[in-house]
């Protein structure tokens, strides 16, 4: 018995070994476990040479710690890992790897000019440092010294620190946080241009329109665990969602949450959008009362509505609304209770939320007719 399973685990290793040379990323099985805290769950998943792969999630899934693993920095607890068919140590040791983390310090005592000078120097195939400063926006800011840099510039730093050795698997954490409209861009335009020589390329983001206009594939994760791995069009069809934006006079938020296929109302003044199950049910019991509606939109579900719904399936109870305002929302529900905002009550079915940055009201049916 012994016998059989070494066999078994022996033909194992070297599946993904042989499959780990034909791909830049093999990530098997992966389980890490931190005390009491597990991180990654049997996570598993390919990337193919020459893919742009993006990982998205809820904070505190896994991404981070993924990348991590896959650039060495931190050991499985079981699985196995191959990186462009070597164990990621060797493939990082090797060079063939680079790297942009939101973690990473730069060392202040020196300009940002010498400061890729000293890394091109660490490669023996490095960009050249015009290359580098132009792929980074960073021309301009050759000469400046690091520690007078913006979060932002440092940002481009680090992106232009990862390039340096023309790497064959480009690791980016966040790449664009703190960076303005104009730098993000700019970011995206050099990735274009750096994975059209051939470099896969592997990101994390929050910015779902990032994700959305630049990944061939999206891997999402929750709780460890892979809930989906497909295009942007793929992971979008999950929901049936369909966002109704409209102008109405005085709308009325229970009126509103009782046509068919409303599932959620946001009221801002005149200014309505109902999220719906069935846009054409929706669409059609919304002119029935005859009142006048001016600006009628109906867009596509989105990939933050498809993420939203596999996270909720996969931990029902989340928290409702986007990740980026939940902080902000109080939630009430299961009662009657006054909105001080609205200045009136909301039936015991309709669960409200405030966001006081934005003057907007929430409204979610949360049980009953």
Known sequence: MASARGAASFQFMTTYQQHGARS???????????????????????????????????????KSTAIDIMLGLRAQTSGDVWVLGMDPSDAVAAGRIGGMLQTAGLPEACKVGELITLFRQ???????????????????????PVDKLSGGQMQRVRFALALAGRPELLFLDEPTVGLDVEARRHFWASMRSVTAQGTTVLFATHYLDEADANADRIIVVNRGRIIADGPPAQIKAYTSMRNLRATMSGPNPSVLLALPGAVDVSVRGDSVTIRSADADATLHALYSPGQPIKGLEVGGGGLEEALLAMTSDDQPGAALGPPEIRDQLAVYSGMV??????????PANVRTAGCASSGCLRFQRVGGS
């Open 24 to 62: 830049a990323v093999v990530f098997g099985d992966v389980v890490k476990v931190y005390p009491n805290v597990r991180a990654l769950d049997s996570a598993s998943f390919t990337i193919g040479r020459g893919e742009t792969v993006s990982l998205l999630g809820p904070n505190g899934a896994g």
């Open 122 to 144: 660490l490669y023996r195939n490095s960009r050249g440092q015009a290359e580098l400063l132009e792929l980074a926006g960073l021309t301009e800011l050759s000469a400046r």
């Open 337 to 346: 209770r006054p909105c001080s905002r609205a200045g009136r009550n909301w």
